[in-house]
């Protein structure tokens, strides 16, 4: 996995990950061991993987195997160079690994959406409702976020402050009562697209160079009350966190599995054959406690579907764009990935393993979501998204 990385005095570059080490691009480089490849040191000095990712999924695909046999084949010289390009973990700071252009968030995970019809659009009258809104079930729904304010790992984050509804429906400005937390997988988009030209759905996983776990942070009181009439606002753009470590596309060849059936049958433009999923397992911790344990398989949307539908009316896609896929749920209690579900919009009270309770996010909580996948060389932990809430500011 490839992430940005400082130690000592030196600056943030470029590194990959293995294991309890991170190997420094940069010297392996600079000591020749990429030679041949059309990539120098420069690329992966840098404080942001953009530039690397630029060049190509054909560069890229062969700058990994060739750091794999590095890895793997004392012969090439690695072990001898130990000290100087292997780097404990423990000894490193861990920064953002990518220069955010554009984030759109997507709602591809079914369960989730329908758990929010049925708590927001309750049955009536004894007679049960659709939990998904009409068009659910014919594109994959999104809405455009704020890139400035996804942060790594390990930041800190601020309880937001905005507008809420009090008990008799007047507004009040206040630090939100119902932070939330939200499981998600982002797509870190590494090839450039031109405006007007969509992306064809057998095309769009060129694309994609690799996957984060992603944390879309929501105040849902203040976002109930100012969705309607244009969606998230201030109750999504305060903070999103993204794991340190970019998971390489080509890495999820083995965990692919059919995906979700689709009914109705979609659109040509986005129609696809063979398998269009993915065994990806998450988990989220609330402190010390499992709270959810859930899979990306429970998406209804591709990965390619999301990225032919954003682009079909010509939006074009950066080196750097990230897409999330929605809060990922999954049809049992233990597998839904937000608390506004877990405990039913704080009507059912989760217990913790240290005895306290929670209906959303207090000061202090720590929130922690893990990744696991099959990849041909093994399982593959994704590494982590944390974060530590703290109280308002204003």
Excluded at 52 to 68: D, N, P, Y
Excluded at 298 to 327: K, P
Aim: with cysteine.
């Amino acid at each position: 996995m490839y992430g940005i990385f400082s130690y000592d005095i030196a600056s943030p570059r470029v590194g990959y990950k293995h294991g309890d080490y991170i190997l420094d691009l940069e010297l392996v480089s600079l000591l020749g061991y990429l030679d041949g490849l059309h990539v120098g040191p420069t690329i992966f000095g840098q404080p942001f993987i953009n530039d690397f990712m630029a060049l190509g999924r054909a560069t890229c695909q062969a700058v990994t195997e060739r750091i794999r046999s590095l890895l793997t084949d004392n012969e090439k010289g690695v072990v001898i160079f130990h000290d100087q390009v292997l780097i404990l973990a423990s000894r490193a700071t861990l920064h953002m690994p990518v220069r955010v252009g554009d984030y759109t968030d997507f709602y591809a995970g079914i369960h989730h959406a329908e758990n929010v019809g049925r708590i927001f659009r309750p049955s009536r009258n004894g007679e049960p409702s659709d939990p998904l809104l009409p068009n659910y079930r014919h594109m994959p729904i999104a809405y455009h976020g704020r890139a400035s304010s996804i942060v790594v790992s390990g930041t800190p984050i601020r309880r937001p402050m905005g507008q809420g509804l009090n008990a008799d429906n007047t507004p009040e400005f206040r630090a939100s009562q119902s932070l939330d937390f939200e499981l998600e997988l982002g797509l870190v988009i590494g090839k450039s697209s031109r405006i007007g030209e969509p992306i064809p759905v057998g095309e769009a996983e060129e694309y994609i160079f690799g996957l984060v776990i992603f944390n879309d942070w929501s105040a849902r009181d203040i976002q109930r009350w100012e969705y309607q009439p244009l969606g998230p606002f201030l109750g999504k753009n305060f903070s999103s966190s993204i794991s340190a470590w970019v998971l390489p596309f080509d890495d999820l060849d083995a965990a692919r599995i059919e995906g979700m059936e689709q009914t109705p049958e979609p659109l040509p433009y986005l129609q696809q054959t063979g398998p269009t999923g993915f065994d990806i397992g998450l988990d989220v911790l609330l402190n010390d406690t499992v709270v959810s344990r859930s899979n990306a398989r429970f998406l209804y949307w591709s990965f390619a579907q999301m990225i032919a539908h954003h682009t079909s009316n010509g939006c074009n896609l950066n080196v750097g764009d990230i897409m999330a896929t929605g809060t990922i749920s999954g049809p049992e209690n233990q597998s839904l990935g937000s608390l506004l579900e877990l405990s039913w919009n704080g009507t059912r009270p989760l217990t913790l393993s240290d005895g306290s309770e929670r209906t959303f996010l207090q000061d202090g909580d720590t929130v922690t979501m893990r990744g696991r996948v099959k990849t041909n060389s093994g399982m593959v932990e994704l590494g982590e998204v944390s974060g530590s809430i703290k109280p308002e500011r204003f």
